[in-house]
């Protein structure tokens, strides 16, 4: 009897994955390499494209090497990668920058007077907000700053183009990973003239806009037998995280919220159609030809707790950390935390955004620190998520992955904050699972994205506390109106 495996390969912004999974979506193997960023001047963030592509072929590898199967029992692999990255190419295809992330900042000025200027017909047209993430914001201070590279340049690239690009010859992109540019019309799915010529640059420049499932065959030799997979294995374009990493875990229909807390965090929705925000608090990116993925990230997840952590010196390990916190009664006996200590996305969309602890008392010790900290990242995307839910309706299943959904006592508080029901995959890997399910879809191995939901394997769920969600509702109501007040002195 045939086994037949597929593969996810996953780009963060912190580390590349590459997962081995059965049809079911049970792990098989996984391997992880990490990706360093540079920080050369402040606000400025990089990496290099060339060091991340020897990432991804080294971590494809591993984990066909642990999995102890056969590279012709693997059907195919779905690409997933983060958003908002931008590379200057030159004609051969040679990077000519390095990646700026989501994270570089440097064109906030730019941001600002756009904003005020054009912001209301820009968000608009794309549904991206106006903020120094964007590859558009990116693209206008290299033509402000006379940016060599920029000058350079024949080509613009995410590090998921210029992956592709190097193993395949190609100039592709998919409808998520262009829209997140800034640059694309989810209505039309083409590069938009008006935002071209604010750049300077021509539809040539960028690569050609294609669905989730297209096919990519003929990688060359020598990547594929460093990978230790076979050169005629079929590799599926797939899409950016947020919306695979909402498939994964099975949060694709109406009602359906998924919310993703690593370094940084997110909560998303699919949804048909465009739908954008009145006061440009969320984003709209496309999926599919008729779906798109609205909701609002966040630049303070676990690096808030990351950075408490440090900072009292605690030697423990990130769990007992995180279980000090356990000890505390909820709201921290009146200590609220803001947590935009990294600036902030969405709700603010402010790069110079700070964090602040209100209500400090002498009696506060570092567990009532940790709580509010926990406590403030879940208001955080609580409030994120009322945006969200002014547009799609009230959330009624909601599923959560990323590296806090490792901890039951933040998983009972996200239920108890936003009084639903919370599903957590076993895997732990949802990105890495959409991706390899829209590659499943493509090859026509399985016959619908939808048909992912009775292939996920799940915990249990966590039910909310009505006590604790009545405490909780009285707390989020003073952490709205501090944050309100404080956004003016940014």
Same mark, same amino acid.
């Given at each position: 009897?045939?086994r037949?495996f597929v593969?996810?390969?996953?780009?963060?912004?912190?580390?590349?994955?590459?997962?081995?999974?059965?049809l079911h979506?049970?792990?098989?193997?996984? +391997?992880?390499?990490?990706?360093?960023?540079?920080?050369?001047?402040?606000?400025?963030v990089e %990496?290099?494209?060339?060091e991340?592509?020897?990432?991804a072929?080294q971590?494809?590898?591993?984990?066909?090497?642990?999995?102890?199967?056969?590279n012709?029992?693997?059907?195919t692999?779905?690409f997933?990668s983060?958003?908002?990255?931008?590379?200057?190419?030159?004609?051969?295809?040679?990077?000519?920058?390095?990646?700026?992330?989501? +994270?570089?900042?440097?064109?906030?000025? &730019?941001?600002?007077e756009?904003k005020?200027?054009l912001?209301?017909r820009?968000?608009?047209?794309?549904?991206?907000?106006?903020?120094?993430?964007?590859?558009f914001?990116k693209l206008?201070w290299?033509?402000e700053m006379?940016?060599?590279?920029y &000058?350079?340049?024949k080509?613009?690239?995410?590090?998921?183009?210029?992956?592709?690009?190097?193993?395949?010859?190609?100039?592709?992109?998919?409808?998520?990973?262009?829209?997140?540019?800034g640059?694309?019309n989810?209505?039309?799915?083409?590069?938009?003239n008006?935002?071209?010529k604010?750049?300077?640059?021509?539809?040539?420049?960028l690569?050609?806009?294609?669905?989730?499932?297209e096919?990519?065959?003929?990688?060359?030799?020598?990547?594929a037998e460093?990978?230790?997979?076979k050169?005629e294995?079929p590799?599926?374009?797939?899409?950016?995280?947020g &919306?695979?990493?909402?498939?994964g875990?099975?949060a694709?229909?109406?009602?359906e919220?998924a919310?993703?807390?690593?370094?940084?965090?997110?909560?998303? %929705?699919l949804?048909?159609?465009t739908?954008i925000?009145?006061?440009?608090e969320?984003?709209?990116?496309?999926?599919t030809?008729?779906?798109?993925?609205?909701g609002?990230?966040?630049?303070?997840?676990?690096?808030?707790?990351?950075?408490?952590?440090?900072?009292l010196?605690y030697?423990?390990?990130?769990?007992?950390f995180?279980?000090?916190?356990?000890?505390?009664? #909820?709201?921290?006996?009146?200590?609220?935390?803001?947590?935009?200590?990294?600036?902030e996305?969405? #709700?603010?969309?402010n &790069?110079h955004?700070?964090?602040?602890?209100?209500?400090?008392?002498m009696?506060?010790?570092k567990e009532?620190f940790?709580?509010?900290?926990?406590?403030g990242?879940?208001f955080?995307?609580? %409030?994120?998520?009322?945006?969200?839910?002014r547009?799609?309706?009230e959330?009624?299943?909601?599923?959560?992955n990323?590296?806090l959904?490792?901890s039951?006592?933040?998983l %009972?508080m996200?239920?108890?904050?936003?009084?639903?029901e919370?599903?957590?995959?076993e895997?732990?890997?949802? +990105?890495?699972?959409?991706a390899?399910?829209? +590659?499943l879809?493509?090859?026509?191995?399985?016959?619908?994205f939808?048909?992912?939901?009775m292939n996920?394997p799940?915990?249990?769920?966590?039910? #909310?506390?009505k006590?604790?969600?009545?405490?909780?509702k009285n707390?989020?109501?003073?952490?709205?109106m501090?944050?309100?007040?404080?956004?003016k002195?940014?």
């Amino acid at each position: 009897m045939s086994r037949e495996f597929v593969l996810g390969l996953d780009i963060g912004t912190t580390s590349v994955k590459a997962c081995v999974f059965n049809l079911h979506g049970n792990l098989i193997s996984e +391997a992880e390499e990490m990706i360093t960023s540079y920080y050369p001047r402040p606000s400025w963030v990089e %990496q290099n494209p060339d060091e991340i592509e020897r990432s991804a072929v080294q971590a494809v590898r591993d984990a066909v090497e642990k999995s102890g199967i056969g590279n012709n029992e693997i059907l195919t692999l779905g690409f997933s990668s983060a958003m908002h990255s931008l590379i200057c190419i030159n004609q051969d295809g040679k990077p000519l920058s390095p990646a700026l992330i989501w +994270a570089d900042g440097r064109s906030y000025p &730019q941001a600002e007077e756009i904003k005020e200027t054009l912001g209301n017909r820009i968000y608009s047209k794309t549904g991206t907000p106006i903020h120094p993430m964007s590859p558009f914001l990116k693209l206008v201070w290299m033509k402000e700053m006379q940016y060599e590279p920029y &000058q350079e340049a024949k080509y613009f690239m995410s590090i998921k183009e210029y992956l592709l690009e190097r193993w395949f010859g190609q100039r592709v992109v998919d409808y998520s990973m262009a829209s997140a540019t800034g640059l694309f019309n989810p209505q039309t799915h083409q590069w938009d003239n008006e935002l071209l010529k604010l750049v300077d640059i021509d539809a040539e420049q960028l690569s050609k806009i294609v669905p989730p499932t297209e096919i990519l065959t003929g990688i060359k030799r020598n990547v594929a037998e460093e990978m230790g997979i076979k050169p005629e294995m079929p590799f599926v374009i797939g899409a950016a995280d947020g &919306q695979l990493a909402n498939l994964g875990i099975g949060a694709i229909l109406p009602g359906e919220v998924a919310i993703s807390v690593g370094t940084s965090g997110a909560i998303r %929705q699919l949804t048909k159609g465009t739908k954008i925000s009145d006061n440009h608090e969320t984003f709209c990116y496309s999926f599919t030809e008729d779906t798109t993925i609205i909701g609002g990230p966040t630049n303070n997840g676990g690096i808030a707790l990351q950075w408490l952590k440090e900072l009292l010196n605690y030697q423990g390990s990130y769990d007992e950390f995180l279980s000090e916190a356990e000890r505390v009664a #909820p709201g921290a006996e009146g200590m609220i935390f803001l947590p935009y200590i990294n600036g902030e996305r969405a #709700p603010l969309w402010n &790069q110079h955004a700070k964090g602040s602890f209100y209500g400090i008392t002498m009696t506060h010790k570092k567990e009532y620190f940790i709580r509010a900290v926990l406590e403030g990242i879940t208001f955080n995307l609580f %409030q994120i998520g009322k945006a969200l839910e002014r547009l799609a309706g009230e959330p009624q299943k909601i599923f959560v992955n990323g590296g806090l959904s490792r901890s039951i006592l933040w998983l %009972q508080m996200m239920a108890d904050i936003f009084e639903t029901e919370i599903y957590v995959s076993e895997t732990h890997n949802s +990105a890495a699972w959409g991706a390899a399910w829209t +590659a499943l879809v493509a090859i026509g191995r399985v016959h619908s994205f939808e048909e992912i939901k009775m292939n996920i394997p799940m915990g249990k769920a966590i039910i #909310p506390n009505k006590e604790t969600s009545a405490i909780y509702k009285n707390i989020y109501e003073k952490y709205e109106m501090l944050a309100k007040d404080m956004a003016k002195y940014f």
